[in-house]
């Protein structure tokens, strides 16, 4: 162990790739709070604390709440137990399994309840996938050279590294994902009994952490019928078969969730409910769009996306404030920089589809590498395929955290080939293939330190701007908020100062504001209730604070 060690630090490649894997460990750990949370976050930031959406709509609807009120919901609360995390996703998000918050229970109870240390949660787990994605590309290609690379290009993974910073279970379904295939190998190869039951753990903790886990497992199925299918392995009744041996093992992680699963079966119409906001229409150019947005933002991701839909039709903020002040210098200094981006984008795409196509006819050089495409493939289609045709939008950028496994499969892919390609014998090719690698990790070191500057992101730019909220109201005192009763109610007591009082509506016409109020604001940063017109109508003035911030100042 100790030679190999050495060896490996002799050898310049390993070294400038461990010195890649090191800065991805070290910016995943920096700027945890920098991000305002908001939006999917503040829902884990509900059910851990064992408390439901239901019962603070309830509590906070139509009525003025102090700070201090709002904090009791924020984390851990001695006044509630595990069990009451259970009921409470049981009851508000069936749809989702709840492995996650109860592990993000015992560590905020063990190390705190602040914004950094639940992000540090995930931060932690994700650390994992390097050592897991260095083992299934051995497993895969038993090459360290590639394994190493594909660890680097994980590391400098711009939209790994904002997944890797949420309050949410992302990071350990990236673990289980890779953990669970890696494992499969290692079972099919040595066909212990030790390995397989490991599997079969592996795809329980997979279920119990995010239900579409599902899809890793058909990915594993098709991989079992196609080695079925090419005489690799045969079904023969006996404890001792492989394929049998799959079998049980996929069996039991499967009934391992029986218990959630009757749970969803009990609040079915609150599930659907929760994921009706994937069933709507794209067009196909959208569709494909953002297909090619996601694939290629694993690599190197800008902040800011094109308008996929035809004007007038806007998805994102024209403003891109939410992006490191120097990035905004360069973007409005050099309006053609924008186009270069993209360009780079397609570029990247190219590179994609040109690895997922060599992938497929170099099989033959290793017996499981042929499995990878199938890690690829089948989750992907499951997404698309709907979407397709018009039924979801599983697929696209509204969804890409569903896509986690894909991407990181990818990235394994693009190693491969980007390895294989540095290795010829052509010294023209492998030339330009350690040009294309070099190109490839600097554009994920740069895009990489932007994400972790920045306050928001393309995906998740809502609420961005809500610390200038903040330092506006906090300028008052005993400010009183007027706002709709929404996620946005947790990102509050985070930010603003414990004098203030917030008033959440659900219904405008039960609006009633005392007459002892005096410094009010009114913030509706999504205009979905026309609370405006309401306070016109009661004798209110208004003026307009900042627009762009939803931000208006109420007077008698």
Same mark, same amino acid.
């Given at each position: 162990m100790k030679s190999l060690v050495n060896n490996l630090l002799r050898n310049p490649y390993y070294i400038f790739l461990f010195l890649l894997l090191a800065f991805g460990i070290l910016i995943r750990c920096y700027n945890l709070d920098y991000k305002v949370i908001a939006?999917?976050?503040?829902?884990?930031?509900?059910?851990?604390?064992?408390?439901?959406?239901?019962?603070?709509?309830?509590?906070?609807?139509?009525?003025?709440?102090?700070?201090?009120?709002?904090r009791s919901y924020l984390f851990y609360s001695p006044h509630t137990s595990y069990v009451d995390t259970l009921k409470s996703l049981a009851q508000d998000e069936p749809q989702h399994t709840p492995l996650h918050y109860l592990l993000a229970r015992v560590w905020i109870k063990t190390f705190g309840s602040t914004i950094t240390i639940a992000r540090g949660l995930s931060v932690f787990i994700g650390l994992f996938t390097f050592p897991l994605v260095y083992w299934l590309c051995m497993e895969l290609f038993e090459s360290r050279k590639t394994a190493w690379l594909a660890v680097a290009l994980v590391a400098v993974s711009p939209l790994l590294l904002i997944f890797s910073q949420e309050t949410r279970m992302y990071s350990l379904w990236a673990v289980a994902f890779l953990l669970s295939s890696a494992l499969l190998l290692r079972a099919l190869k040595s066909n212990r009994l030790a390995w397989w039951t490991?599997?079969?753990? %592996?795809? %329980?903790?997979?279920?119990?952490?995010?239900? $579409?886990?599902?899809f890793i497992i058909t990915a594993h199925f098709a991989y079992m019928i196609y080695r079925i299918i090419e005489g690799k392995n045969t079904i023969k009744f006996g404890s001792g078969n492989a394929v049998m041996r799959y079998a049980i093992s996929t069996a039991i992680g499967i009934i391992s969730?029986?218990?959630?699963?009757?749970?969803?079966?009990?609040?079915?119409?609150?599930?659907?409910?929760?994921?009706?906001?994937?069933?709507?229409?794209?067009?196909?150019?959208?569709? $494909?769009?953002?297909?090619?947005?996601?694939?290629?933002?694993?690599?190197?991701?800008?902040?800011?996306?094109?308008n996929l839909k035809p004007p007038p039709v806007s998805m994102y903020p024209e403003s891109l404030h939410y992006l490191p002040s120097w990035f905004q210098f360069l973007l409005g200094s050099y309006p053609g920089l924008a186009s270069v981006l993209y360009v780079t984008k397609i570029l990247i795409s190219a590179l994609i589809l040109y690895s997922l196509y060599y992938l497929y006819v170099r099989r033959g050089m290793y017996e499981y590498s042929i499995f990878l495409i199938f890690l690829i493939l089948v989750p992907f289609a499951i997404l698309a395929i709907p979407d397709l045709l018009g039924n979801g939008v599983g697929s696209t950028i509204y969804s890409v955290r569903y896509s986690i496994p894909v991407l990181i499969g $990818?990235?394994?892919?693009?190693?491969?080939?980007?390895?294989?390609?540095?290795?010829? @014998?052509?010294?023209?090719?492998?030339?330009?293939?350690?040009?294309?690698?070099?190109?490839?990790?600097?554009?994920?070191?740069?895009?990489?330190?932007?994400?972790?500057?920045?306050?928001?992101?393309?995906? @998740?730019?809502?609420?961005?701007?809500?610390?200038?909220?903040?330092?506006?109201?906090?300028?008052?005192?005993?400010?009183?908020?007027?706002t709709p009763l929404g996620g946005q109610v947790l990102t509050f007591p985070h930010y603003l100062n414990p004098g203030v009082r917030m008033y959440a509506v659900t219904d405008a016409a039960s609006l009633n504001i005392s007459e002892d109020e005096k410094n009010i604001y009114l913030y509706e940063p999504y205009h979905r209730m026309n609370l405006q017109h309401k306070l016109r109508t009661d004798g209110m003035r208004i003026e307009v604070v900042d627009e762009d911030l939803g931000l208006w100042r109420i007077y008698r």
């Open positions: 939006g999917d976050e503040s829902h884990t930031i509900i059910y851990t604390s064992g408390m439901s959406r239901t019962a603070l709509e309830q509590d906070l609807s139509d009525r003025v709440t102090t700070m201090e009120h709002l490991a599997y079969a753990v %592996s795809l %329980s903790i997979g279920l119990y952490t995010f239900m $579409v886990f599902s969730l029986t218990p959630w699963l009757f749970t969803l079966y009990q609040n079915y119409d609150k599930a659907t409910t929760n994921l009706g906001w994937l069933d709507h229409k794209e067009s196909i150019g959208f569709i $494909v769009k953002s297909w090619a947005l996601n694939f290629t933002s694993t690599f190197a991701d800008f902040g800011f996306v094109p $990818v990235l394994i892919a693009v190693a491969y080939t980007l390895k294989s390609h540095m290795d010829k @014998r052509k010294s023209i090719i492998a030339c330009m293939f350690r040009f294309v690698t070099a190109i490839i990790l600097l554009l994920g070191i740069t895009t990489s330190i932007i994400a972790v500057n920045s306050e928001g992101w393309w995906y @998740r730019h809502y609420l961005y701007n809500f610390r200038e909220v903040a330092a506006i109201i906090n300028q008052e005192d005993n400010a009183l908020v007027i």
